[in-house]
């Protein structure tokens, strides 16, 4: 049969109690089959310790503070997320889209920004005169106009508009671009308040005067339409086009009445550009794309 014996310290003078608690339950206390020294609690309390000594142990050795440790709560990310940060995680080839997030240090603080946030900061960091994308049409279904409103004269002077098959609804239509000085609330309509080369009165920058037609042989507006800088408010918003309209024969042969055109033209009265939009004489744009380039500043 096992013993108990209390060994007193000879060297000292206190009194050690053992107080038993006020409970009318029996209660039976193990001893464990071990030497060591029993842990003692700060406070009393009935609260029963469930982990195992295992499970303890695993915080042998932490450093780690109760402020450090507390910045775990909260955290909703699965441990398949935080792995991702995991410099040996396999890199993937999903597909980077608009609206996409990614992670950056912002001086010091973690933040997720988007994608078109970087991409935007990007075009302001690319060599003086080179050519950035900005903004697609998309694919054209039946639209009225088409607009673009990213224009920034702090990072572009210039801008280059790309005609990709720009079919109208109408048949023998001519192809124009409207201008706008409140981001796109309003365009300038009226005829009069454009010129071409030749001193015309026109209704927009002139894209394609020649009439673009809407048969099933047509191929409609492909070309480069060029606006320079029209942030400038002292002067005329210009611009050039080079573009043909095409169409072909049953033989796959081009048509006679495809021509090239090379046209100037510019808004009549002196003001700050900042939206166009594309937009047929009459009608609607039935299909095509139209994508929007700067010219970044020199």
Same mark, same amino acid.
């Given at each position: 049969?096992?013993?108990?014996?209390? @060994?007193?310290?000879?060297?000292g003078?206190?009194?050690f109690?053992?107080?038993? =608690?006020?409970?009318?339950?029996?209660r039976?206390?193990a &001893? =464990?089959?071990a030497?060591?020294t029993? =842990?003692l609690?700060a406070a009393? *309390?009935n609260?029963?310790?469930?982990?195992?000594?295992?499970?303890?142990n695993? &915080?042998?050795?932490?450093?780690?503070t109760?402020a450090?440790?507390?910045?775990?709560?909260?955290?909703?990310?699965t441990a398949?997320e935080?792995?991702?940060?995991?410099?040996?995680?396999?890199?993937?080839?999903?597909a980077?889209?608009?609206g996409?997030? /990614?992670?950056?240090?912002?001086?010091?603080?973690?933040?997720?920004?988007?994608?078109d946030?970087?991409?935007? %900061?990007?075009?302001?960091?690319? #060599?003086?005169?080179?050519?950035?994308?900005?903004?697609?049409? #998309?694919?054209?279904?039946? !639209?009225?106009?088409?607009?673009?409103?990213?224009?920034d004269? *702090?990072?572009?002077?210039? %801008?280059?508009?790309m005609m990709?098959?720009?079919?109208?609804?109408?048949?023998? $239509?001519?192809?124009?671009?409207?201008?706008?000085?409140?981001?796109?609330s309003?365009?300038?309509t @009226?005829?009069?308040?454009?010129h071409?080369?030749?001193g015309n009165?026109?209704?927009?920058?002139?894209?394609?005067?020649?009439? $673009?037609?809407s +048969?099933?042989?047509?191929?409609? $507006?492909?070309?480069? /339409?060029e606006?320079? !800088? =029209?942030?400038?408010?002292n002067?005329? @918003?210009?611009?050039?086009?080079l573009?043909? $309209?095409s169409? @072909?024969d049953?033989?796959?042969?081009? &048509?006679?009445?495809?021509?090239?055109?090379?046209?100037?033209?510019?808004?009549?009265? +002196?003001e700050?550009?900042?939206?166009?939009r594309?937009?047929?004489?009459?009608?609607?744009?039935?299909?095509?794309?139209?994508v929007? %380039?700067?010219?970044?500043n020199?």
């Amino acid at each position: 049969m096992s013993k108990i014996a209390l @060994t007193p310290n000879a060297s000292g003078d206190g009194v050690f109690t053992i107080t038993a =608690p006020n409970s009318g339950t029996n209660r039976a206390i193990a &001893l =464990p089959d071990a030497a060591g020294t029993i =842990p003692l609690l700060a406070a009393a *309390s009935n609260t029963a310790i469930t982990s195992t000594p295992a499970e303890l142990n695993i &915080l042998d050795g932490v450093t780690s503070t109760a402020a450090e440790l507390n910045i775990l709560d909260g955290v909703t990310a699965t441990a398949a997320e935080i792995n991702l940060i995991d410099g040996g995680t396999a890199r993937g080839t999903t597909a980077v889209a608009d609206g996409d997030g /990614f992670l950056t240090n912002d001086g010091g603080t973690m933040r997720m920004t988007t994608v078109d946030t970087l991409a935007t %900061y990007m075009g302001t960091k690319v #060599g003086g005169g080179s050519m950035v994308f900005i903004a697609s049409s #998309g694919a054209i279904s039946n !639209a009225a106009t088409v607009a673009f409103t990213a224009f920034d004269a *702090s990072a572009f002077d210039h %801008y280059v508009f790309m005609m990709q098959h720009v079919i109208p609804a109408t048949d023998s $239509v001519q192809l124009f671009c409207q201008t706008s000085t409140d981001g796109g609330s309003n365009f300038a309509t @009226t005829s009069g308040d454009y010129h071409n080369a030749g001193g015309n009165d026109k209704v927009g920058l002139m894209v394609m005067e020649l009439a $673009v037609g809407s +048969e099933v042989n047509e191929d409609g $507006v492909s070309g480069r /339409f060029e606006i320079y !800088a =029209p942030h400038l408010a002292n002067v005329r @918003t210009t611009s050039q086009a080079l573009c043909v $309209v095409s169409g @072909t024969d049953a033989g796959g042969n081009i &048509l006679n009445s495809s021509f090239g055109q090379k046209r100037a033209s510019h808004r009549y009265e +002196e003001e700050d550009t900042d939206a166009v939009r594309f937009i047929f004489e009459s009608g609607n744009i039935e299909s095509g794309e139209i994508v929007m %380039y700067g010219i970044a500043n020199a």
